[in-house]
């Protein structure tokens, strides 16, 4: 039984703080509420302490659930000081020797998510870290298991993509070592070749820090786990949790308020979402099975929905879109109507008639009303997020699945409901619909009873947008008839059919009289 297993263990968790951090507490708390400790790498941030970080994670809405089952949550959780881009990781000696002596498993969730991070810092907190919780872990003797959360984009510059470590062609050493003495300049300048086929220094990164378990994990007993694209809960603790605006969130909330229009995206190609509940039921079970069994090699376990389970960005663009008709956002900048692109020429004219052009226009009215202009910066701002996440709304890939599928013939039929992580289960129209429901109340933190107001406003915009494009029309029309003497032609047939219709049947229906 996997949730008796973590009982009375130390468990140790990086990057306790983010998105799938927090859903792997929670699970942990609620399924082994006589685990011992769970021990948190936090860094203090935004004039909060440590202590303030963490209380407010656990009085959040994603615990309400565990205090039912574990009243002292509070005292479960031991939250240490720690950096992850110092010098081993910023540990007190006192705090370090607390996790050499107790730590039974460790989770390795912290990392840079960023697709534009500078490959100094990628490097740093994605591979350097790595090294250094591995040597910590080397250290550890009650250690029974090391897993690593990876991504299943470690290796985007393949198509199909086994379970299985892919070199890089520079050595991580080598480039842990270079990034000591090399300035920014310079750095920058080798960037896209050591990237190389990949779009970004998150996916190339996370690649080298697989090197370093493989490379450096000793007789460490490691799996990693290769999620795809982590989105809200899809049951637990309950359906639509989710509070990181990364991943296809920020384009739902971008595209729920209106300002997203048109998206470079290839409707057939999968989209291949997993839901965070699924990836950390199956990361538990890793936790587990590695423990337990402790296979002979590292073992890697792609979490991903593709291949069991697909769905296409088109299905779930027309999905989002419908939600909305539902449950609309408040305040929309305008009505949530969206398209796909295909070609370079169509993204560009979009981008400009529906992105750049609205918020200019829009811009001038905040300066005429004697408002500060921002519409232009938020557009800039997510034309720049567009052509990042670009790269892989246009793309499939196909991600062998044998360690998961064994891991779940493995599992009692107990485990299986408990820690289920079979995506051949989920029904993608209603997790779509409690994904865009848990973004507008857990993320943008929208009442449900602003529901009428907001269908009110977008009414509005309806017909401020029906009176803009008519006034456009008659403008364009009268200017054109004013310079052309085959529009005037144009104009006079089409009013003269229009009353000799209108003459014709005022005329039949007086003869039916
Ligand atoms: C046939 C019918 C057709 C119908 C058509 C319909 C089509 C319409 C579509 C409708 C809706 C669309 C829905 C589906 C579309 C799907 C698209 C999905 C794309 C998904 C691709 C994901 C690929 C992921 C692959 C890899 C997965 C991983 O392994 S890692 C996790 C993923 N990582 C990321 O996603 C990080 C990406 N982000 C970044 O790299 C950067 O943020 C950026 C470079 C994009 C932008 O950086 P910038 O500096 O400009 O901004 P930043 O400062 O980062 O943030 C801006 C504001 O956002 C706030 N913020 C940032 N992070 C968070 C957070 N985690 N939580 C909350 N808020 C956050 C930040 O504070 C900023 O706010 P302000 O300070 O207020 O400005
Ligand atoms: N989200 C996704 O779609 C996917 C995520 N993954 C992987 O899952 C893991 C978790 O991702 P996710 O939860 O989404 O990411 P988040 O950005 O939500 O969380 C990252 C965590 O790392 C911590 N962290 C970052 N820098 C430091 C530092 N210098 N010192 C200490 N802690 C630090 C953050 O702490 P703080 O709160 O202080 O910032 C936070 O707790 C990552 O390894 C990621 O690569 C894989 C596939 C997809």
């Not at 859903?23 to 942990?28: A, G, R």
């Not at 970004?200 to 786990?225: C, D, F, H, R, S």
Request: net charge positive; with cysteine; charged share 20%.
């Amino acid at each position: 039984m996997i949730s008796a297993f973590y009982n009375g263990k130390s468990i140790l968790i990086t990057g306790a703080t983010g998105f799938l951090g927090k859903v792997m507490m929670e699970k942990l708390l609620r399924t082994s509420p006589d685990l011992k400790v769970i021990y948190i790498l936090v860094r203090p941030k935004a004039g909060q302490t440590l202590q303030q970080r963490v209380f407010q994670i656990l009085n959040s809405k994603l615990f309400e659930k565990v205090k039912e089952v574990c009243p002292k949550v509070h005292e479960k959780i031991r939250a240490i000081s720690a950096d992850l881009n110092q010098h081993d990781l910023a540990i007190s000696k006192e705090d370090m020797q607390e996790l050499l002596s107790h730590t039974n498993i460790i989770f390795h969730c912290a990392a840079t998510v960023r697709f534009d991070d500078h490959l100094r810092h990628a490097v740093q907190l994605n591979v350097t870290a790595t090294q250094q919780l591995l040597s910590i872990a080397s250290q550890m003797p009650k250690l029974e298991a090391f897993i690593h959360i990876s991504t299943a984009f470690a290796n985007c510059n393949l198509k199909h993509i086994d379970e299985v470590i892919y070199p890089c062609a520079v050595e991580p050493k080598k480039i842990i070592d270079s990034m000591e003495w090399l300035d920014d300049a310079i750095i920058d300048e080798i960037t896209p070749k050591l990237i190389g086929d990949r779009p970004n220094t998150y996916t190339y990164t996370k690649a080298l820090g697989e090197m370093v378990l493989q490379q450096e994990g000793g007789n460490l007993n490691i799996a990693i786990i290769r999620p795809s694209i982590v989105g809200a809960t899809w049951q637990e603790p309950f359906p639509g949790w989710i509070d990181s605006i990364n991943g296809p969130t920020g384009l739902i909330v971008a595209a729920g308020k209106g300002f997203l229009r048109s998206i470079r995206a290839t409707p057939m190609a999968v989209a291949d979402l997993i839901p965070v509940d699924l990836v950390i039921n199956l990361t538990l079970a890793v936790g587990w099975y590695t423990a337990v069994h402790r296979p002979k090699s590292t073992l890697i376990y792609h979490c991903t929905s593709g291949n069991l389970n697909p769905c296409h960005w088109g299905k779930m663009g027309f999905q989002v879109l419908a939600t909305f008709e539902k449950i609309p956002f408040e305040k929309a900048f305008r009505r949530p109507n969206a398209d796909f692109t295909t070609n370079n020429i169509t993204t560009h004219y979009w981008n400009a008639v529906s992105h750049r052009v609205p918020a200019i226009i829009y811009d001038v009215y905040l300066r005429l009303t004697g408002r500060k202009p921002r519409m232009t910066k938020v557009m800039n701002r997510l034309l720049r997020t567009l052509s990042m996440l670009e790269y892989f709304i246009n793309r499939s890939w196909e991600w062998s699945t044998y360690n998961t599928e064994m891991l779940m013939s493995e599992l009692s039929p107990e485990d299986q409901r408990v820690f289920n992580f079979d995506v051949r289960q989920l029904n993608w129209l209603e997790y779509i619909e409690n994904y865009v429901l848990g973004v507008k109340k857990y993320l943008l933190k929208e009442d449900m009873a602003g529901i009428p107001e907001a269908r009110q406003h977008l009414k509005r915009l309806r017909n401020i947008h029906y009176l803009f494009n008519t006034a456009l029309f008659l403008i364009a029309w009268r200017l054109l008839i004013a310079r052309s003497q085959v529009a005037r032609n144009v104009w006079f047939f089409i009013v003269s059919f229009c009353y000799k219709l209108l003459s014709y049947f005022r005329a039949s229906s007086r003869l039916k009289v």
